[in-house]
Protein backbone atom coordinates (compact mmCIF):
# COMPACT_ATOMS: atom_id res chain seq x y z
CA UNK A 1 0.00 0.00 0.00
CA UNK A 2 1.41 3.69 -0.52
CA UNK A 3 2.95 5.65 2.11
CA UNK A 4 3.92 9.11 2.73
CA UNK A 5 6.43 10.59 4.32
CA UNK A 6 7.39 14.42 4.63
CA UNK A 7 9.75 16.49 6.42
CA UNK A 8 10.45 20.37 7.30
CA UNK A 9 13.76 20.71 9.35
CA UNK A 10 16.66 22.99 9.91
CA UNK A 11 18.81 19.62 8.81
CA UNK A 12 19.06 17.85 5.69
CA UNK A 13 15.98 16.05 5.14
CA UNK A 14 16.59 12.92 2.45
CA UNK A 15 18.06 10.26 5.14
CA UNK A 16 15.26 11.08 7.71
CA UNK A 17 12.56 10.47 4.01
CA UNK A 18 14.28 7.31 3.19
CA UNK A 19 14.54 5.90 6.58
CA UNK A 20 10.96 6.75 6.85
CA UNK A 21 10.39 4.48 3.78
CA UNK A 22 12.12 1.95 4.97
CA UNK A 23 10.12 1.69 7.92
CA UNK A 24 6.68 1.93 5.58
CA UNK A 25 8.27 -1.11 3.39
CA UNK A 26 6.52 -3.67 5.47
CA UNK A 27 2.71 -2.49 3.64
CA UNK A 28 4.28 -3.44 0.29
CA UNK A 29 4.47 -1.30 -2.61
CA UNK A 30 5.91 -1.25 -6.50
CA UNK A 31 7.95 2.19 -6.67
CA UNK A 32 9.31 5.12 -4.36
CA UNK A 33 10.45 8.50 -4.44
CA UNK A 34 11.52 11.75 -3.42
CA UNK A 35 11.22 15.71 -3.80
CA UNK A 36 13.22 17.81 -1.95
CA UNK A 37 13.25 21.23 -2.43
CA UNK A 38 16.43 23.60 -1.14
CA UNK A 39 15.37 27.21 -2.00
CA UNK A 40 16.57 27.31 -5.55
CA UNK A 41 15.05 24.26 -7.22
CA UNK A 42 12.92 21.04 -6.25
CA UNK A 43 14.98 17.86 -7.97
CA UNK A 44 13.28 14.81 -7.90
CA UNK A 45 14.38 11.23 -7.91
CA UNK A 46 11.77 7.74 -8.25
CA UNK A 47 12.63 4.41 -9.13
CA UNK A 48 10.91 1.06 -9.60
CA UNK A 49 11.15 -1.49 -7.30
CA UNK A 50 12.52 -1.58 -4.03
CA UNK A 51 13.85 1.41 -1.77
CA UNK A 52 17.04 0.28 -1.81
CA UNK A 53 16.64 1.17 -5.47
CA UNK A 54 16.22 4.54 -4.12
CA UNK A 55 18.17 4.29 -1.52
CA UNK A 56 21.66 3.64 -4.20
CA UNK A 57 20.12 6.46 -6.83
CA UNK A 58 20.03 9.33 -3.88
CA UNK A 59 23.63 7.82 -3.10
CA UNK A 60 24.99 8.65 -6.65
CA UNK A 61 22.73 11.96 -6.86
CA UNK A 62 22.15 13.07 -3.08
CA UNK A 63 19.10 15.36 -2.77
CA UNK A 64 19.52 18.15 -0.11
CA UNK A 65 17.55 20.59 0.91
CA UNK A 66 15.54 21.39 4.63
CA UNK A 67 12.19 20.43 3.14
CA UNK A 68 10.64 16.98 1.31
CA UNK A 69 8.65 14.30 0.53
CA UNK A 70 8.83 10.99 -0.01
CA UNK A 71 6.20 7.85 -1.35
CA UNK A 72 6.40 4.52 -1.43
CA UNK A 73 3.72 3.56 -4.40
CA UNK A 74 0.90 0.68 -4.65
CA UNK A 75 -0.23 1.22 -8.22
CA UNK A 76 -4.05 1.85 -8.51
CA UNK A 77 -3.95 4.32 -11.70
CA UNK A 78 -1.68 3.28 -14.44
CA UNK A 79 1.12 0.50 -14.48
CA UNK A 80 4.31 0.42 -12.21
CA UNK A 81 6.90 2.38 -13.72
CA UNK A 82 8.68 5.26 -12.92
CA UNK A 83 6.89 7.54 -14.48
CA UNK A 84 3.59 6.87 -12.69
CA UNK A 85 5.83 7.07 -9.40
CA UNK A 86 5.03 9.82 -6.80
CA UNK A 87 6.40 12.84 -6.26
CA UNK A 88 4.03 13.99 -8.83
CA UNK A 89 5.41 17.54 -10.24
CA UNK A 90 3.45 20.38 -11.86
CA UNK A 91 6.48 22.57 -13.81
CA UNK A 92 9.70 22.58 -11.55
CA UNK A 93 8.27 24.30 -8.39
CA UNK A 94 5.70 22.27 -7.43
CA UNK A 95 5.86 18.60 -5.90
CA UNK A 96 3.21 16.11 -4.13
CA UNK A 97 2.60 12.99 -3.02
CA UNK A 98 -0.95 11.16 -2.87
CA UNK A 99 -2.61 8.15 -1.09
CA UNK A 100 -5.96 7.01 -2.38
CA UNK A 101 -8.03 7.18 -5.41
CA UNK A 102 -9.66 10.34 -6.58
CA UNK A 103 -12.29 9.28 -8.33
CA UNK A 104 -12.94 12.24 -10.58
CA UNK A 105 -9.95 12.26 -12.17
CA UNK A 106 -10.86 11.97 -15.72
CA UNK A 107 -12.98 14.70 -16.01
CA UNK A 108 -10.17 17.27 -14.00
CA UNK A 109 -7.83 15.48 -16.89
CA UNK A 110 -9.79 16.17 -19.65
CA UNK A 111 -9.90 19.93 -18.48
CA UNK A 112 -6.68 20.48 -17.50
CA UNK A 113 -5.69 19.14 -20.91
CA UNK A 114 -7.44 21.69 -22.52
CA UNK A 115 -6.30 24.24 -20.81
CA UNK A 116 -2.67 23.30 -22.04
CA UNK A 117 -1.29 21.03 -19.34
CA UNK A 118 0.75 18.45 -20.19
CA UNK A 119 0.68 14.95 -18.36
CA UNK A 120 3.63 12.95 -17.97
CA UNK A 121 1.92 9.41 -16.25
CA UNK A 122 -1.26 7.73 -15.72
CA UNK A 123 -1.82 8.42 -12.42
CA UNK A 124 -5.37 9.76 -10.76
CA UNK A 125 -2.44 11.56 -8.56
CA UNK A 126 -1.04 13.82 -11.76
CA UNK A 127 -4.56 16.05 -12.00
CA UNK A 128 -3.75 17.11 -8.27
CA UNK A 129 -0.65 18.62 -8.96
CA UNK A 130 -1.69 20.66 -12.15
CA UNK A 131 -4.91 21.78 -10.46
CA UNK A 132 -2.89 23.37 -7.97
CA UNK A 133 -0.18 25.04 -10.33
CA UNK A 134 -3.29 26.45 -11.74
CA UNK A 135 -4.70 27.97 -9.42
CA UNK A 136 -0.83 29.27 -8.21
CA UNK A 137 -0.76 30.85 -11.60
CA UNK A 138 -3.94 32.61 -10.99
CA UNK A 139 -2.16 34.10 -8.48
CA UNK A 140 -3.71 31.90 -5.30
CA UNK A 141 -1.03 31.49 -2.16
CA UNK A 142 0.09 27.62 -1.57
CA UNK A 143 -2.82 27.04 1.41
CA UNK A 144 -5.60 28.67 -0.78
CA UNK A 145 -4.71 27.14 -3.99
CA UNK A 146 -5.24 23.14 -1.70
CA UNK A 147 -8.10 24.50 -0.28
CA UNK A 148 -9.83 25.10 -3.54
CA UNK A 149 -8.35 21.89 -5.18
CA UNK A 150 -9.26 19.60 -2.18
CA UNK A 151 -12.66 20.70 -2.40
CA UNK A 152 -13.03 19.84 -6.44
CA UNK A 153 -11.57 16.63 -5.22
CA UNK A 154 -13.90 13.27 -5.10
CA UNK A 155 -12.51 9.89 -3.80
CA UNK A 156 -10.09 9.54 -0.70
CA UNK A 157 -7.12 11.15 -0.22
CA UNK A 158 -3.96 12.16 1.57
CA UNK A 159 -1.78 14.80 0.03
CA UNK A 160 1.87 16.30 0.69
CA UNK A 161 2.67 19.30 -0.57
CA UNK A 162 5.57 21.42 -1.23
CA UNK A 163 6.04 24.54 -2.93
CA UNK A 164 9.92 26.07 -4.00
CA UNK A 165 8.65 29.18 -3.35
CA UNK A 166 7.68 28.86 -0.09
CA UNK A 167 10.95 26.81 1.45
CA UNK A 168 10.03 26.26 4.95
CA UNK A 169 6.54 24.89 5.08
CA UNK A 170 4.51 22.22 3.73
CA UNK A 171 0.62 21.32 3.02
CA UNK A 172 -1.13 18.53 4.23
CA UNK A 173 -4.76 17.40 3.71
CA UNK A 174 -6.67 14.40 4.06
CA UNK A 175 -10.46 12.77 3.11
CA UNK A 176 -10.64 8.98 3.95
CA UNK A 177 -6.84 8.11 3.98
CA UNK A 178 -4.79 8.24 7.44
CA UNK A 179 -2.23 11.26 7.88
CA UNK A 180 -0.60 11.98 10.98
CA UNK A 181 1.96 15.23 11.64
CA UNK A 182 4.83 14.02 13.80
CA UNK A 183 5.67 16.99 16.29
CA UNK A 184 9.54 17.43 16.60
CA UNK A 185 11.71 20.49 18.31
CA UNK A 186 12.10 22.79 15.96
CA UNK A 187 11.35 20.73 12.99
CA UNK A 188 8.37 18.67 11.85
CA UNK A 189 6.80 15.62 9.49
CA UNK A 190 4.01 14.07 8.03
CA UNK A 191 3.71 10.33 7.78
CA UNK A 192 0.77 7.94 6.39
CA UNK A 193 1.93 5.97 9.38
CA UNK A 194 3.29 6.51 12.84
CA UNK A 195 6.22 4.28 12.36
CA UNK A 196 7.67 6.04 9.47
CA UNK A 197 8.26 8.92 11.73
CA UNK A 198 9.48 6.85 15.10
CA UNK A 199 13.11 7.54 14.22
CA UNK A 200 12.73 11.37 14.86
CA UNK A 201 9.33 11.68 17.07
CA UNK A 202 7.33 10.00 19.21
CA UNK A 203 4.58 13.27 19.23
CA UNK A 204 1.96 12.86 16.98
CA UNK A 205 -0.89 15.26 16.03
CA UNK A 206 -3.86 12.98 14.04
CA UNK A 207 -5.50 14.92 11.29
CA UNK A 208 -9.13 14.36 11.33
CA UNK A 209 -11.24 13.92 7.85
CA UNK A 210 -11.24 16.87 6.03
CA UNK A 211 -8.45 18.28 8.13
CA UNK A 212 -5.80 21.04 5.96
CA UNK A 213 -2.26 21.46 7.49
CA UNK A 214 0.40 24.61 6.81
CA UNK A 215 3.65 22.86 9.10
CA UNK A 216 6.78 24.42 9.10
CA UNK A 217 10.07 24.53 11.61
CA UNK A 218 8.17 26.53 14.19
CA UNK A 219 4.74 25.58 13.67
CA UNK A 220 1.67 23.39 12.44
CA UNK A 221 -1.72 24.91 12.15
CA UNK A 222 -4.43 22.82 11.31
CA UNK A 223 -8.38 24.19 9.24
CA UNK A 224 -11.11 22.00 9.66
CA UNK A 225 -13.11 20.87 6.21
CA UNK A 226 -15.75 23.75 7.27
CA UNK A 227 -12.06 25.90 6.85
CA UNK A 228 -12.10 27.06 10.73
CA UNK A 229 -8.65 27.17 12.61
CA UNK A 230 -8.96 24.37 15.20
CA UNK A 231 -5.85 23.06 17.63
CA UNK A 232 -5.51 18.85 17.10
CA UNK A 233 -4.25 17.24 20.12
CA UNK A 234 -0.54 15.65 20.08
CA UNK A 235 -0.37 12.41 21.82
CA UNK A 236 2.52 10.20 22.40
CA UNK A 237 3.36 7.41 20.42
CA UNK A 238 1.95 4.38 22.61
CA UNK A 239 4.38 1.51 22.89
CA UNK A 240 1.90 -0.85 24.74
CA UNK A 241 -0.18 -1.37 22.00
CA UNK A 242 2.63 -1.93 19.33
CA UNK A 243 2.10 -4.90 17.22
CA UNK A 244 5.39 -6.67 19.03
CA UNK A 245 4.17 -6.76 22.78
CA UNK A 246 0.64 -7.82 24.38
CA UNK A 247 0.32 -3.97 26.22
CA UNK A 248 -2.47 -4.83 29.26
CA UNK A 249 -3.56 -7.97 27.41
CA UNK A 250 -3.00 -11.88 29.04
CA UNK A 251 -2.08 -13.08 25.39
CA UNK A 252 -1.93 -11.93 21.68
CA UNK A 253 -5.45 -13.50 20.89
CA UNK A 254 -7.18 -11.19 23.37
CA UNK A 255 -5.10 -8.06 22.67
CA UNK A 256 -5.85 -9.28 19.06
CA UNK A 257 -9.91 -9.53 19.77
CA UNK A 258 -9.69 -6.08 21.18
CA UNK A 259 -8.17 -4.46 17.97
CA UNK A 260 -10.73 -5.65 15.69
CA UNK A 261 -12.66 -2.15 15.98
CA UNK A 262 -9.61 -0.42 15.41
CA UNK A 263 -8.41 -2.48 12.39
CA UNK A 264 -12.12 -3.26 10.96
CA UNK A 265 -12.54 1.11 10.67
CA UNK A 266 -8.79 0.53 8.32
CA UNK A 267 -10.07 -2.55 6.54
CA UNK A 268 -12.32 0.24 5.15
CA UNK A 269 -9.90 3.88 5.09
CA UNK A 270 -9.53 4.62 1.65
CA UNK A 271 -11.88 2.68 0.55
CA UNK A 272 -15.75 4.54 0.90
CA UNK A 273 -16.31 7.64 -0.39
CA UNK A 274 -19.98 9.18 -0.50
CA UNK A 275 -21.75 5.86 0.77
CA UNK A 276 -20.04 4.37 -2.20
CA UNK A 277 -17.45 2.03 -2.42
CA UNK A 278 -14.26 3.14 -4.87
CA UNK A 279 -13.03 -0.26 -6.54
CA UNK A 280 -9.71 0.91 -7.23
CA UNK A 281 -9.08 -0.09 -3.88
CA UNK A 282 -8.82 -3.37 -5.79
CA UNK A 283 -5.68 -2.52 -8.34
CA UNK A 284 -5.27 -1.23 -11.72
CA UNK A 285 -7.78 -2.40 -14.03
CA UNK A 286 -10.05 -3.89 -11.65
CA UNK A 287 -12.94 -1.81 -13.41
CA UNK A 288 -12.37 -3.81 -16.63
CA UNK A 289 -11.94 -7.12 -14.86
CA UNK A 290 -15.19 -6.62 -12.96
CA UNK A 291 -16.88 -5.82 -15.64
CA UNK A 292 -16.64 -9.12 -17.32
CA UNK A 293 -17.28 -11.16 -14.27
CA UNK A 294 -19.81 -13.81 -14.61
CA UNK A 295 -19.23 -16.36 -11.10
CA UNK A 296 -17.10 -16.82 -8.40
CA UNK A 297 -14.25 -19.15 -7.46
CA UNK A 298 -13.16 -18.81 -3.90
CA UNK A 299 -10.55 -20.78 -2.59
CA UNK A 300 -8.53 -20.81 0.75
CA UNK A 301 -7.85 -23.08 4.15
CA UNK A 302 -8.98 -22.87 7.54
CA UNK A 303 -10.45 -19.80 9.11
CA UNK A 304 -9.74 -17.89 5.47
CA UNK A 305 -12.32 -20.77 4.26
CA UNK A 306 -15.07 -19.69 6.35
CA UNK A 307 -14.91 -16.68 5.04
CA UNK A 308 -15.47 -17.25 1.74
CA UNK A 309 -18.32 -19.19 2.84
CA UNK A 310 -19.74 -16.04 4.41
CA UNK A 311 -19.21 -14.60 0.80
CA UNK A 312 -20.78 -17.22 -1.14
CA UNK A 313 -24.02 -16.39 0.99
CA UNK A 314 -23.70 -12.18 -0.11
CA UNK A 315 -22.48 -12.97 -3.54
CA UNK A 316 -25.52 -15.06 -4.34
CA UNK A 317 -28.07 -12.83 -2.74
CA UNK A 318 -26.49 -9.43 -3.62
CA UNK A 319 -24.66 -9.87 -6.88
CA UNK A 320 -27.14 -13.16 -8.36
CA UNK A 321 -24.29 -14.61 -9.86
CA UNK A 322 -22.47 -18.31 -8.91
CA UNK A 323 -20.01 -18.52 -6.11
CA UNK A 324 -18.67 -21.86 -5.45
CA UNK A 325 -16.29 -22.25 -2.06
CA UNK A 326 -13.56 -24.95 -1.88
CA UNK A 327 -11.07 -25.45 0.36
CA UNK A 328 -7.52 -25.30 -1.40
CA UNK A 329 -6.07 -28.73 -0.85
CA UNK A 330 -8.72 -29.97 -2.43
CA UNK A 331 -9.31 -28.00 -4.95
CA UNK A 332 -5.67 -27.65 -6.19
CA UNK A 333 -5.93 -31.76 -6.83
CA UNK A 334 -8.57 -32.64 -8.68
CA UNK A 335 -9.72 -31.55 -12.29
CA UNK A 336 -11.63 -28.49 -12.30
CA UNK A 337 -14.64 -27.22 -14.66
CA UNK A 338 -14.04 -23.45 -14.90
CA UNK A 339 -16.79 -21.98 -17.28
CA UNK A 340 -16.18 -18.42 -18.83
CA UNK A 341 -15.71 -15.36 -16.75
CA UNK A 342 -14.73 -16.92 -13.63
CA UNK A 343 -12.68 -14.70 -10.65
CA UNK A 344 -10.48 -16.41 -8.57
CA UNK A 345 -10.30 -15.31 -5.25
CA UNK A 346 -7.99 -16.68 -3.08
CA UNK A 347 -8.20 -15.72 0.92
CA UNK A 348 -5.15 -16.18 3.10
CA UNK A 349 -4.02 -14.28 6.34
CA UNK A 350 -0.17 -14.85 5.48
CA UNK A 351 -0.47 -14.73 1.55
CA UNK A 352 1.78 -17.70 1.97
CA UNK A 353 -0.73 -20.25 2.33
CA UNK A 354 0.62 -23.11 0.25
CA UNK A 355 -1.96 -25.31 -0.60
CA UNK A 356 -4.07 -22.10 -1.78
CA UNK A 357 -0.41 -20.37 -3.30
CA UNK A 358 -0.23 -24.24 -5.72
CA UNK A 359 -4.28 -23.56 -6.23
CA UNK A 360 -3.77 -20.24 -7.68
CA UNK A 361 -0.80 -21.34 -9.83
CA UNK A 362 -2.63 -24.04 -11.29
CA UNK A 363 -5.28 -22.42 -12.45
CA UNK A 364 -4.13 -18.41 -13.20
CA UNK A 365 -3.68 -19.08 -16.83
CA UNK A 366 -7.55 -20.52 -17.11
CA UNK A 367 -9.37 -17.78 -15.55
CA UNK A 368 -10.49 -14.48 -16.45
CA UNK A 369 -8.42 -12.82 -13.72
CA UNK A 370 -7.30 -13.35 -9.76
CA UNK A 371 -8.11 -11.64 -6.70
CA UNK A 372 -6.34 -12.36 -3.45
CA UNK A 373 -7.81 -11.01 -0.20
CA UNK A 374 -4.70 -10.70 2.22
CA UNK A 375 -3.47 -9.43 4.90
CA UNK A 376 0.44 -9.34 4.39
CA UNK A 377 1.38 -6.65 1.73
CA UNK A 378 4.54 -8.43 -0.67
CA UNK A 379 3.25 -11.90 -0.19
CA UNK A 380 3.45 -14.24 -2.74
CA UNK A 381 -0.15 -14.30 -3.40
CA UNK A 382 -0.59 -10.19 -3.64
CA UNK A 383 2.67 -10.20 -6.13
CA UNK A 384 1.01 -13.39 -7.99
CA UNK A 385 -2.71 -12.58 -8.39
CA UNK A 386 -3.71 -9.79 -10.64
CA UNK A 387 -5.84 -7.56 -8.18
CA UNK A 388 -5.65 -7.84 -4.15
CA UNK A 389 -7.30 -6.27 -1.18
CA UNK A 390 -5.13 -5.87 1.83
CA UNK A 391 -7.29 -6.45 4.83
CA UNK A 392 -4.82 -3.90 6.99
CA UNK A 393 -5.41 -6.02 9.95
CA UNK A 394 -1.96 -5.38 11.00
CA UNK A 395 0.36 -7.73 12.36
CA UNK A 396 -1.75 -10.97 13.95
CA UNK A 397 0.79 -13.24 16.14
CA UNK A 398 -1.58 -15.32 17.88
CA UNK A 399 -1.70 -18.69 15.96
CA UNK A 400 -6.08 -18.70 16.29
CA UNK A 401 -6.75 -16.10 13.49
CA UNK A 402 -9.35 -13.40 14.79
CA UNK A 403 -8.74 -9.85 13.76
CA UNK A 404 -7.65 -11.67 10.09
CA UNK A 405 -11.10 -12.81 9.75
CA UNK A 406 -13.24 -10.26 10.78
CA UNK A 407 -11.28 -8.16 8.30
CA UNK A 408 -11.38 -10.58 5.49
CA UNK A 409 -14.97 -10.30 6.02
CA UNK A 410 -15.04 -6.70 5.13
CA UNK A 411 -13.13 -6.99 2.09
CA UNK A 412 -15.07 -9.75 0.97
CA UNK A 413 -18.10 -7.78 1.41
CA UNK A 414 -16.03 -4.68 -0.46
CA UNK A 415 -15.91 -7.10 -2.99
CA UNK A 416 -19.20 -8.23 -3.52
CA UNK A 417 -20.21 -4.46 -3.68
CA UNK A 418 -17.84 -4.19 -6.41
CA UNK A 419 -19.76 -6.71 -8.86
CA UNK A 420 -22.95 -6.38 -7.10
CA UNK A 421 -23.23 -2.61 -8.78
CA UNK A 422 -23.07 -4.56 -12.51
CA UNK A 423 -25.45 -7.21 -11.41
CA UNK A 424 -28.37 -6.99 -8.99
CA UNK A 425 -27.02 -4.31 -7.10
CA UNK A 426 -28.73 -1.21 -7.10
CA UNK A 427 -27.00 2.12 -5.96
CA UNK A 428 -29.56 2.67 -2.72
CA UNK A 429 -28.84 -0.77 -1.57
CA UNK A 430 -24.73 0.07 -1.79
CA UNK A 431 -24.84 3.17 -0.03
CA UNK A 432 -27.45 1.25 2.29
CA UNK A 433 -24.44 -1.53 3.38
CA UNK A 434 -21.77 1.27 3.07
CA UNK A 435 -23.66 3.10 6.15
CA UNK A 436 -23.96 -0.11 7.62
CA UNK A 437 -20.16 -0.98 7.28
CA UNK A 438 -19.26 2.64 8.86
CA UNK A 439 -21.48 1.02 12.71
CA UNK A 440 -19.55 -1.51 12.29
CA UNK A 441 -16.17 -0.68 14.62
CA UNK A 442 -18.66 0.98 16.80
CA UNK A 443 -21.13 -2.09 17.20
CA UNK A 444 -17.99 -4.19 17.66
CA UNK A 445 -16.93 -2.51 20.76
CA UNK A 446 -20.51 -3.18 22.31
CA UNK A 447 -19.94 -6.32 21.51
CA UNK A 448 -16.40 -6.66 23.13
CA UNK A 449 -18.30 -5.11 26.29
CA UNK A 450 -20.33 -8.16 26.75
CA UNK A 451 -16.74 -9.88 27.83
CA UNK A 452 -17.44 -10.38 31.57
CA UNK A 453 -20.46 -11.88 30.62
CA UNK A 454 -19.02 -14.42 28.09
CA UNK A 455 -16.30 -14.98 30.59
CA UNK A 456 -19.16 -16.31 33.04
CA UNK A 457 -20.42 -18.12 30.25
CA UNK A 458 -17.47 -20.06 30.06
CA UNK A 459 -17.52 -21.47 33.74
CA UNK A 460 -19.91 -23.61 32.38
CA UNK A 461 -18.57 -24.78 29.17
CA UNK A 462 -14.66 -25.53 30.75
CA UNK A 463 -14.92 -29.16 31.94
CA UNK A 464 -16.94 -30.79 28.54
CA UNK A 465 -15.02 -32.75 26.03
CA UNK A 466 -17.49 -32.37 22.74
CA UNK A 467 -19.67 -29.46 21.90
CA UNK A 468 -22.07 -28.91 19.11
CA UNK A 469 -22.24 -25.45 16.98
CA UNK A 470 -24.97 -24.45 15.04
CA UNK A 471 -26.08 -21.72 12.83
CA UNK A 472 -28.44 -21.22 9.62
CA UNK A 473 -28.14 -19.50 6.58
CA UNK A 474 -24.51 -16.77 6.23
CA UNK A 475 -24.46 -17.46 10.35
CA UNK A 476 -23.50 -21.47 9.38
CA UNK A 477 -20.15 -20.38 8.50
CA UNK A 478 -19.95 -18.19 11.09
CA UNK A 479 -20.32 -20.90 13.78
CA UNK A 480 -18.13 -23.54 11.97
CA UNK A 481 -15.45 -20.51 12.39
CA UNK A 482 -16.23 -20.20 16.10
CA UNK A 483 -16.10 -24.38 16.46
CA UNK A 484 -12.73 -24.20 14.84
CA UNK A 485 -11.80 -21.34 17.46
CA UNK A 486 -13.11 -24.08 20.27
CA UNK A 487 -10.97 -26.62 18.69
CA UNK A 488 -7.53 -24.91 18.28
CA UNK A 489 -7.32 -23.08 21.21
CA UNK A 490 -9.17 -25.52 24.36
CA UNK A 491 -8.63 -28.69 22.62
CA UNK A 492 -12.39 -29.75 23.05
CA UNK A 493 -14.20 -31.53 20.43
CA UNK A 494 -15.77 -29.22 18.56
CA UNK A 495 -18.44 -29.74 15.42
CA UNK A 496 -20.44 -27.46 13.08
CA UNK A 497 -23.71 -27.99 11.03
CA UNK A 498 -26.09 -25.99 9.73
CA UNK A 499 -28.69 -26.13 12.17
CA UNK A 500 -31.38 -27.68 9.81
CA UNK A 501 -29.50 -31.03 9.56
CA UNK A 502 -29.52 -31.56 13.45
CA UNK A 503 -32.47 -34.06 13.00
CA UNK A 504 -30.57 -35.82 10.63
CA UNK A 505 -27.60 -37.27 12.33
CA UNK A 506 -25.76 -35.07 15.48
CA UNK A 507 -28.83 -34.72 17.34
CA UNK A 508 -28.25 -38.75 18.59
CA UNK A 509 -24.88 -37.47 20.55
CA UNK A 510 -27.30 -34.78 22.44
CA UNK A 511 -27.31 -35.19 26.12
CA UNK A 512 -26.57 -33.15 29.00
CA UNK A 513 -22.70 -33.34 28.47
CA UNK A 514 -23.23 -32.09 25.16
CA UNK A 515 -22.99 -28.49 25.06
CA UNK A 516 -24.64 -26.66 21.85
CA UNK A 517 -23.66 -22.92 21.09
CA UNK A 518 -25.38 -20.58 18.61
CA UNK A 519 -25.93 -17.17 17.51
CA UNK A 520 -29.53 -16.73 16.59
CA UNK A 521 -29.78 -13.16 15.23
CA UNK A 522 -32.88 -11.59 14.51
CA UNK A 523 -33.50 -12.72 10.75
CA UNK A 524 -35.90 -14.89 9.10
CA UNK A 525 -34.32 -18.06 9.95
CA UNK A 526 -35.25 -17.37 13.43
CA UNK A 527 -38.51 -19.14 14.05
CA UNK A 528 -36.60 -21.95 12.57
CA UNK A 529 -33.33 -21.89 14.58
CA UNK A 530 -35.97 -21.97 17.66
CA UNK A 531 -37.53 -25.29 16.68
CA UNK A 532 -34.05 -26.82 16.30
CA UNK A 533 -33.41 -25.66 19.91
CA UNK A 534 -36.21 -27.02 21.05
CA UNK A 535 -35.14 -30.73 20.08
CA UNK A 536 -32.00 -29.70 21.61
CA UNK A 537 -33.47 -29.00 24.99
CA UNK A 538 -36.04 -31.71 24.63
CA UNK A 539 -33.03 -33.99 24.71
CA UNK A 540 -31.21 -32.39 27.77
CA UNK A 541 -28.79 -30.31 25.91
CA UNK A 542 -27.51 -27.36 27.96
CA UNK A 543 -27.77 -24.29 25.28
CA UNK A 544 -25.81 -21.11 25.29
CA UNK A 545 -27.57 -19.09 22.87
CA UNK A 546 -26.12 -15.13 21.65
CA UNK A 547 -29.50 -13.47 20.19
CA UNK A 548 -30.11 -11.21 18.66
CA UNK A 549 -31.57 -7.77 20.26
CA UNK A 550 -34.93 -8.87 20.29
CA UNK A 551 -36.71 -10.67 23.11
CA UNK A 552 -37.66 -13.17 20.89
CA UNK A 553 -35.29 -15.58 22.85
CA UNK A 554 -35.31 -15.63 26.32
CA UNK A 555 -33.53 -18.11 28.75
CA UNK A 556 -34.74 -20.58 30.51
CA UNK A 557 -33.73 -23.68 32.46
CA UNK A 558 -30.62 -25.30 30.30
CA UNK A 559 -30.41 -22.59 28.18
CA UNK A 560 -27.96 -19.53 28.65
CA UNK A 561 -28.83 -16.30 26.47
CA UNK A 562 -26.65 -13.61 25.90
CA UNK A 563 -28.07 -10.63 23.88
CA UNK A 564 -26.31 -8.97 21.47
CA UNK A 565 -26.52 -5.00 20.00
CA UNK A 566 -29.09 -4.00 17.31
CA UNK A 567 -27.11 -5.39 13.89
CA UNK A 568 -27.81 -4.36 10.32
CA UNK A 569 -28.46 -8.00 8.81
CA UNK A 570 -25.31 -7.86 5.78
CA UNK A 571 -23.12 -7.71 9.19
CA UNK A 572 -24.35 -10.30 11.27
CA UNK A 573 -21.58 -12.71 10.34
CA UNK A 574 -19.36 -10.77 10.93
CA UNK A 575 -20.27 -8.85 14.87
CA UNK A 576 -21.93 -12.14 15.84
CA UNK A 577 -18.52 -13.72 15.55
CA UNK A 578 -16.60 -11.51 18.61
CA UNK A 579 -18.46 -13.53 20.96
CA UNK A 580 -17.56 -16.57 19.69
CA UNK A 581 -13.97 -15.78 19.53
CA UNK A 582 -14.44 -14.60 23.43
CA UNK A 583 -15.96 -17.85 24.42
CA UNK A 584 -12.95 -19.88 22.93
CA UNK A 585 -10.52 -17.71 24.40
CA UNK A 586 -11.93 -18.05 28.35
CA UNK A 587 -12.62 -21.34 27.72
CA UNK A 588 -8.83 -22.20 26.60
CA UNK A 589 -7.79 -19.74 29.63
CA UNK A 590 -10.08 -21.81 32.25
CA UNK A 591 -8.29 -24.87 30.69
CA UNK A 592 -4.90 -23.73 31.15
CA UNK A 593 -3.82 -24.19 27.37
CA UNK A 594 -1.07 -22.20 25.44
CA UNK A 595 -3.60 -20.07 23.83
CA UNK A 596 -1.19 -17.89 21.22
CA UNK A 597 0.23 -21.08 20.26
CA UNK A 598 -1.58 -23.89 20.86
CA UNK A 599 0.08 -27.36 20.29
CA UNK A 600 0.57 -28.71 16.89
CA UNK A 601 -0.34 -25.88 15.28
CA UNK A 602 1.43 -22.92 12.82
CA UNK A 603 0.33 -19.58 12.39
CA UNK A 604 1.16 -19.61 8.99
CA UNK A 605 0.92 -22.35 6.71
CA UNK A 606 4.10 -22.49 4.27
CA UNK A 607 4.20 -26.08 3.85
CA UNK A 608 1.37 -28.44 2.25
N1 LIG B 1 -3.90 6.41 -6.96
C1 LIG B 1 -2.49 6.62 -6.69
C2 LIG B 1 -2.14 6.24 -5.27
C3 LIG B 1 -2.42 4.78 -4.98
C4 LIG B 1 -2.49 4.37 -3.52
O1 LIG B 1 -2.77 5.15 -2.60
N2 LIG B 1 -2.26 3.03 -3.24
O2 LIG B 1 -2.34 2.52 -1.92
C5 LIG B 1 -1.62 5.89 -7.71
O3 LIG B 1 -2.07 4.95 -8.37
O4 LIG B 1 -0.46 6.27 -7.82
Known sequence: MCGIVGAVAARPVAE????????????????????????????????????????DALAENPLSGHLGIAHTRWATHGKPTENNAHPHMSGDRLAIVHNGIIENFEVLKAALIKQGFRFTSDTDTEVVAHLLQAELNGGSAILDAVNTVVAKLEGAFALGVIQMDNPGQMIAARKGSPLVVGVGI?????????????????????????DVARISCDGIEVWDQAGASVERDVVRYEHSVSSADKGEYKHYMMKEIYEQPKVLAAAMEGRLSNGRLLEQAFGAGASEIFDQVKQVQIIACGTSYHAGMVAKYWIEDLVGIPCNVEVASEYRYRPVVLPEGTLFISVSQSGETADTLAALREIKDRVLASLTICNV????????????????????????????????????????????????????????????????????????EMDKDIELMSQSFAEKHH????????????????????????????????????????????DKDMPVVTVAPRNGMLDKLKANLQEVRARGGELFVFAGCSEQVKPEEGMAVLHMPEVPAILEPIVFTVPLQLLSYHVAVLKGTDVDQPRNLAKSVTVE
Do not use: W
Open 467 to 510: SLFLGRGPMYPVVMEGALKLKEISYIHAESYPAGELKHGPLALV
Open 16 to 55: ILLEGLRRLEYRGYDSAGMAVSNGNTTERLRRTGKVQALA
Open 186 to 210: GENFIASDQLALLQVTDRFMFLDEG
Open 377 to 448: PGSSLVRESDLCLMTNAGPEIGVASTKAFTTQLVGLLLTTLALGRRHNLSEEKETEIVAALQQLPELTRQVL
